[in-house]
């Protein structure tokens, strides 16, 4: 089959490559002309493990290259992906679409033939109607159906997660469109992925069910390990006893400093809006919502209480500001609020990441960034862990100890165990274990 994708970046380029990779002819659109030329002189924009070594063998093998303008590449594709950004519209917490429906009008323009337009990018129920009703006002005699096709790969782990995810989901009402589907996902359907065929409103509402379903579970998670720290119970073993249990599960109950990353916030708000729009507000949603972001906020009081109260003056040192590990990915990362709240304090910041330094400059302001982990440490005052990449869980603690100023480490991912801190007489906290 050939492809169009258009949007290159965290969901397109992976999606645009494992297609290609399942042996389809792609083609990854983006307007962003640097991207692009990257792309083409054999670079990756974004840091996504395995990602460059997928991209260029694909590109070798003649199934996938690259296009600012989407003319040819929709003229001659079968699908048609929409994979833009859909970030919060400013004000009101909206999905802004005005990138989607840029695209469908490009698309409509220029389509050639029977074409399915997919829309990938996470968009409020109602959005694929919008979308098709521009693209027949710009195309009054164009074949096409549009149908929703929502990504739920995960930044870090999104090759694996695309090649195996636990379903696809496809809404659509044309029988047409859902072959077309059904062949494009084939090598899927071969390993047994389960393919929910449904309504497009339908399919378009259960991403942002399960993106809010998510967010949730993590606040129940985070508001337990307050209570934790309050009666001095342990929060991991809380989510290990609930977690056994088959009707719960185990994953998304690790407490932390708070959801953040480009998809929880801003579509749990989406969704919250929506819900309010259509009179059925969804409460439980709504104070996930709150919650999480008084939580972000609270982390910054949690360094500067282990800190004595005080950091005017003091250097703390940060490891780790993306949202989660393995991805540049700077989008409403705790550390986005953690730091300038220690730094209104009077705290000045020393920071290390392995892949976000450069997104985190354009971010932050006067933050010292160093290039591995113990440079960050010498002298500091305190040592904050925000992010758990790998490289931060075997920290070596005599070292650690002896390069800080005070023996002060705050973890707000639970990577250490408490009692070894505290036999390398490290003054320890971390979230909702005594
Ligand atoms: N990032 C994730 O982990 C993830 C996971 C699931 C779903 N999603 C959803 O997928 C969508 C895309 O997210 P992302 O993280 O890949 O966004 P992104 O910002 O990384 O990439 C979007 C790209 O689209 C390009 N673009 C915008 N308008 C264009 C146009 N008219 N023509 C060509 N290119 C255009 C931009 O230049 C940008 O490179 C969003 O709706 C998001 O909610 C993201």
């Given at each position: 089959m050939r492809v169009?994708?258009?949007?290159?970046?965290?969901?397109?380029?992976?999606?645009?490559?494992?297609?290609?990779?399942?042996?389809?002819?792609v083609t990854c659109i983006d307007k962003n002309a640097?991207?692009?030329?990257?792309?083409?002189?054999?670079?990756?924009?974004?840091?996504?493990?395995?990602?460059?070594?997928?991209?260029?063998r694909n590109v070798r093998e003649g199934r996938l290259d690259f296009a600012t303008d989407l003319t040819e590449a929709v003229r001659a594709a079968d699908v048609v992906f929409i994979a833009v950004g859909t970030p919060s519209r400013r004000g009101d917490g909206h999905a802004d679409l005005s990138?989607?429906?840029?695209?469908?009008?490009?698309?409509?323009?220029?389509?050639?033939?029977?074409?399915?337009?997919?829309?990938?990018?996470?968009?409020?129920?109602?959005?694929?109607d919008e979308v098709e009703a521009l693209i027949r006002k710009v195309r009054p005699d164009g074949d096409f159906a549009v149908v929703s096709n929502p990504e739920f790969l995960r930044e870090g782990a999104a090759i694996d997660d695309f090649k195996r995810p636990d379903r696809v989901v496809v809404g659509t009402e044309d029988s047409r469109a859902r072959d077309v589907m059904r062949e494009l996902y084939r090598p899927l359907f071969l390993n047994e992925t389960p393919i929910v065929f449904t309504s497009r409103r339908t399919s378009e509402l259960i991403k942002y069910a399960a993106n809010a379903?998510?967010?949730?579970?993590i606040t129940f998670i985070n508001e337990m390990a307050d209570l934790c720290e309050a009666v001095g119970a342990n929060v991991q073993e809380v989510s290990k006893g609930i977690g056994l249990d088959g009707r719960i599960g185990p994953k998304f109950l690790h407490a932390g400093p708070g959801y953040g990353g480009s998809c929880f916030p801003k579509d749990t708000i989406a969704l919250v809006r929506t819900a309010q729009e259509a009179d059925t507000p969804l409460q439980l949603v709504e104070a996930t919502v709150r919650v999480n972001?008084?939580?972000?906020?609270?982390?910054?009081?949690?360094?500067?209480?282990a800190c004595g109260g005080d950091v005017d003056g003091k250097t703390i040192a940060v490891l780790g500001l993306t949202f989660k590990p393995n991805t540049d990915d700077m989008r409403e990362a705790p550390s986005l609020d953690i730091i300038p709240a220690l730094q209104a304090k009077g705290a000045k910041v020393r920071a290390y990441d392995p892949a976000?330094?450069?997104?985190?400059?354009?971010?932050?302001?006067?933050?010292?960034?160093?290039?591995?982990?113990?440079?960050?440490?010498?002298?500091?005052?305190?040592?904050?862990?925000?992010?758990?990449?790998?490289?931060?869980?075997?920290?070596?603690?005599?070292?650690?100890?002896?390069?800080?100023?005070?023996?002060?480490?705050?973890?707000l991912r639970n990577i250490y165990d408490p009692a070894e801190m505290h036999e390398a007489g490290i003054a320890y906290t971390s979230i909702g274990r005594p």
């Amino acid at each position: 089959m050939r492809v169009a994708m258009i949007g290159t970046g965290y969901v397109g380029l992976v999606s645009g490559a494992c297609f290609a990779d399942f042996g389809h002819q792609v083609t990854c659109i983006d307007k962003n002309a640097e991207k692009i030329e990257l792309l083409r002189s054999g670079g990756v924009p974004i840091y996504e493990p395995g990602l460059d070594q997928l991209v260029q063998r694909n590109v070798r093998e003649g199934r996938l290259d690259f296009a600012t303008d989407l003319t040819e590449a929709v003229r001659a594709a079968d699908v048609v992906f929409i994979a833009v950004g859909t970030p919060s519209r400013r004000g009101d917490g909206h999905a802004d679409l005005s990138y989607v429906y840029a695209a469908a009008e490009e698309i409509g323009t220029v389509m050639d033939g029977f074409t399915v337009v997919v829309n990938k990018s996470t968009v409020p129920v109602g959005t694929g109607d919008e979308v098709e009703a521009l693209i027949r006002k710009v195309r009054p005699d164009g074949d096409f159906a549009v149908v929703s096709n929502p990504e739920f790969l995960r930044e870090g782990a999104a090759i694996d997660d695309f090649k195996r995810p636990d379903r696809v989901v496809v809404g659509t009402e044309d029988s047409r469109a859902r072959d077309v589907m059904r062949e494009l996902y084939r090598p899927l359907f071969l390993n047994e992925t389960p393919i929910v065929f449904t309504s497009r409103r339908t399919s378009e509402l259960i991403k942002y069910a399960a993106n809010a379903f998510l967010a949730m579970k993590i606040t129940f998670i985070n508001e337990m390990a307050d209570l934790c720290e309050a009666v001095g119970a342990n929060v991991q073993e809380v989510s290990k006893g609930i977690g056994l249990d088959g009707r719960i599960g185990p994953k998304f109950l690790h407490a932390g400093p708070g959801y953040g990353g480009s998809c929880f916030p801003k579509d749990t708000i989406a969704l919250v809006r929506t819900a309010q729009e259509a009179d059925t507000p969804l409460q439980l949603v709504e104070a996930t919502v709150r919650v999480n972001d008084t939580r972000k906020r609270a982390m910054a009081d949690k360094v500067i209480g282990a800190c004595g109260g005080d950091v005017d003056g003091k250097t703390i040192a940060v490891l780790g500001l993306t949202f989660k590990p393995n991805t540049d990915d700077m989008r409403e990362a705790p550390s986005l609020d953690i730091i300038p709240a220690l730094q209104a304090k009077g705290a000045k910041v020393r920071a290390y990441d392995p892949a976000g330094i450069e997104e985190a400059e354009k971010l932050l302001k006067d933050v010292e960034y160093t290039t591995g982990p113990y440079l960050a440490l010498e002298g500091a005052d305190a040592l904050v862990i925000i992010t758990e990449w790998n490289e931060f869980r075997a920290l070596d603690l005599d070292r650690v100890k002896a390069a800080l100023k005070a023996p002060v480490v705050v973890d707000l991912r639970n990577i250490y165990d408490p009692a070894e801190m505290h036999e390398a007489g490290i003054a320890y906290t971390s979230i909702g274990r005594p």
